[in-house]
């Protein structure tokens, strides 16, 4: 027997743009993020924006507000809460952070959904500033892991998951993601696991470079209606069910159905 975790990314994810770049453009800070950008990892340059935004007057209320409009499209939400109403373990693994993260999915009524989110945590000061802080503090102790940022390996998480020693069962895992952050824990995961990337995304791309360095099943996506059909399809295999498949040029499954559940935007900035 084996237990089922999903894990989803966040930016690009289940939300369809990257929540730092969203930010930055809304509240007039993209300038000011691709100029750090050229000195600092994505991260820190992300930590530095919310500090000059505050700064300049900007207030938790209006990122808030801002967060409040990121689009999330009804087929992303349908299948969290159809693989949560099954009784599956669904967490979020992300290089965004706590209060960016909470407040969408508070606000499409899902946070319930997630029994637990890995991300650089934040909080807010008594000045009403956010404040956030890297998942992983490079400045005490590197992470080891050369495929990652400084802040945070998400393979590392992914282990630590497989082998938290309150598990009663076997962890299969199901990753859903878009990123090169995304690429660590996919090589992380075994032949019973299924990776989804995002297609045309960086994660595909470097899974699509050499799929021989994959274990896992690969099924691609492009849309939130692929998502939901894809995983929804993935849930109603039998768990002990075998699931990948011998020939590798027949392990990247692409759907076919064009149908557009995310709507598209221009940024000035973006990790992809």
């Known amino acids: 027997m084996s237990q089922v975790v999903i894990v989803f990314d966040f930016d690009e994810t289940i939300i369809d743009c990257d929540s730092d770049v969203w930010i930055a453009n809304d509240l007039g800070g993209a300038a000011l ?23 300049q007057g900007r207030s938790l209320d209006e990122v808030e507000r801002s967060l409040k409009t990121i689009p999330l499209s009804p087929h992303t939400i349908s299948a969290i809460k159809s693989a949560h109403a099954l009784g599956y373990d669904l967490r979020i693994l992300s290089d965004a952070n706590t209060f960016f993260i909470e407040t969408v999915l508070k606000h499409h009524g899902i946070i319930d959904c997630f029994t637990e989110i890995y991300t650089n945590p934040s909080c807010v000061d008594e000045e009403r500033k956010l404040i956030i802080s890297p998942y992983h503090d490079s400045a005490v102790s590197s992470h080891g892991c050369s495929l ?25 895992f199901i990753y859903i993601g878009d990123g090169k952050g995304d690429y660590c824990p996919s090589l992380k995961l075994r032949t019973e696991d299924i990776v989804m990337p995002r297609k045309d995304y960086p994660l595909w791309r470097l899974i699509h470079g050499n799929m021989h360095a994959i274990e896992a099943e690969i099924h691609g996506w492009s849309n939130a209606f692929e998502l939901k059909q894809l995983l929804l399809q993935q849930l109603s295999i039998e768990p002990d069910s075998t699931l990948v ?3 590798d040029s027949q392990k990247l499954i692409s759907p076919n159905n064009n149908t557009t559940g995310m ?3 221009q940024f000035l900035v973006s990790r992809v």
């Open 148 to 172: 990652c940022p400084p802040n945070l390996c998400k393979g590392n998480v992914i282990e630590r998951i497989r082998d938290s020693p309150s598990n009663k069962e076997r962890i299969r």
């Open 245 to 247: 498949d011998s020939d």
């Open 263 to 265: 709507a598209t935007f």
């Open 33 to 55: 993020f691709n100029d750090l950008l050229k000195s600092m990892p994505w991260n820190a340059a992300a930590i530095r924006m919310m500090e000059e935004l505050h700064a």
